[in-house]
C-alpha cells in the first residue's frame, strides 16, 4: 500500500493532481491506468495509487506514486517515456497539473 512508503524518508513519494477536460474523463482515466502499467515496469518503481475525483467535492485526480530511492525516482520524472506520456494527457486535462515530492511526514502537516 502507498502509505506504507510514504513516512519512510527514503523512499520519495510524488503526488499529483490532475484535471481532466469536461467530456475527456473516460479517455483521462484509460490513459492514468496505461501509464500506470509503464510505470510499473520501471527500475526502482514501488507503488502508485490513483483517487479518482470526489463528486461535489473536488473534480480533481490524485495520483500518488513511490520508488525505491531518490535515484529511480529521478530516473523516472526525467525519462523520454514519462516525457511521451504526459505529451498524450495535454488534450485530455486542463492544464499541467500540480507536482509535489515529498519525503518523510511532511506532506502530513502541510510542510
Do not use: C
Not at 496505461?34 to 502508485?48: E, H, K, L, T, W
Not at 525519462?79 to 518523510?104: I, K, M, N
Request: hydrophobic share 40%; no cysteine.
Amino acid at each position: 500500500m502507498v502509505l506504507a512508503h510514504l513516512a519512510d524518508p527514503a523512499r520519495p513519494a510524488v503526488v499529483i493532481a490532475r484535471r481532466p477536460k469536461s467530456g475527456m474523463e473516460e479517455a483521462f482515466r484509460v490513459w492514468s491506468e496505461g501509464i500506470f502499467q509503464v510505470m510499473a515496469a520501471q527500475p526502482g518503481f514501488q507503488s502508485y495509487q490513483a483517487v479518482p475525483p470526489v463528486p461535489g467535492e473536488s473534480p480533481d485526480w490524485y495520483f500518488i506514486f513511490t520508488f525505491e530511492g531518490p535515484e529511480s525516482l529521478k530516473a523516472w520524472l526525467a525519462s523520454e517515456t514519462r516525457a511521451q506520456w504526459q505529451a498524450r494527457s495535454q488534450s485530455l486535462t486542463e492544464g499541467p497539473g500540480h507536482t509535489r515530492v515529498v519525503s518523510g511526514m511532511e506532506h502530513l502537516f502541510g510542510l
